[in-house]
């Protein structure tokens, strides 16, 4: 198993630049988070999906959007990208099995926007 | 709300000693999950511990403790006999259990372990 794998691992964009980042989970979990993580922070949740079809919008949506039509997949799509945006991106993945919480995250993606 | 948090920003010792990293949290459920996660300085988040709210067990896994105390709502990461590797910031997450398991993390404290 891969695990949780994000792409790209390093990015830099214009101001209203758009972009994609990609993350992909072989682990057959249902629940899926993208985080984002500032300079000397503790990460916070973007959006999350406990499926495929169905997200929802955690602590500091703005600005983003994400979609999951598939399992598998759970990418996070910046529209105008603007310098607030410079961060790091983690993208996890769980499943409720025997209660179980654990998040597995991805390896992060650097962002910055100028 | 739920809130966690990490009252200690950066801590340093030298190696060989013991440390402890507070973790206050704050949650209305009875049910909930806590964890510990280490981030190096290669930025990839290491998961350490989870511990669930009805187990109030303290563990024990090599140079690493917790202690979990629901009565203070804490829960505290000890390293005995620090070691350089140890330097990095380790992040305290709580759990709700809505169906959703979104984790809520602490602010981070920064341990700097020097030779």
């Known amino acids: 198993n891969a695990g949780v794998t994000q792409t790209p691992k390093f990015r830099i964009l214009k101001i209203g630049q758009s972009m994609t980042l990609q993350c992909t989970q072989d682990?057959?979990?249902?629940?899926m988070y993208w985080y984002r993580q500032d300079p000397g922070m503790g990460l916070k949740l973007i959006y999350y999906?406990?499926?495929?079809?169905?997200?929802d919008k955690g602590e500091v949506p703005n600005g983003y959007n994400v979609s999951r039509s598939t399992t598998e997949d759970f990418p996070l799509r910046l529209e105008l990208a603007a310098p607030s945006q410079t961060s790091v991106y983690f993208c996890?993945?769980?499943?409720?099995?025997?209660?179980?919480?654990?998040?597995?995250f991805g390896p992060g993606t650097r962002l910055t926007v100028l | 709300a739920q809130k966690v948090t990490q009252a200690q920003t950066e801590i340093s010792v030298v190696e060989k000693e013991d440390v402890t990293l507070d973790c206050v949290y704050e949650t209305r459920d009875t049910t909930y999950y806590l964890f510990w996660y280490k981030q190096p300085p290669s930025g990839e988040l290491v998961f350490l511990i989870r511990r669930n709210s009805f187990d109030e067990q303290n563990e024990i896994s090599g140079r690493y403790s917790w202690n979990f105390q629901k009565s203070t709502s804490s829960f505290n990461f000890t390293i005995t006999a620090s070691q350089v590797v140890d330097s990095a910031v380790y992040f305290c997450a709580l759990s709700e259990t809505s169906n959703t398991g979104k984790l809520i993390f602490g602010q981070g404290t920064t341990l700097q372990v020097k030779p």
């Open positions: 996890a993945s769980t499943t409720r099995t025997s209660g179980n919480w654990g998040q597995y």
């Open positions: 682990m057959n979990h249902n629940y």
């Open positions: 999906s406990v499926g495929a079809g169905i997200t």
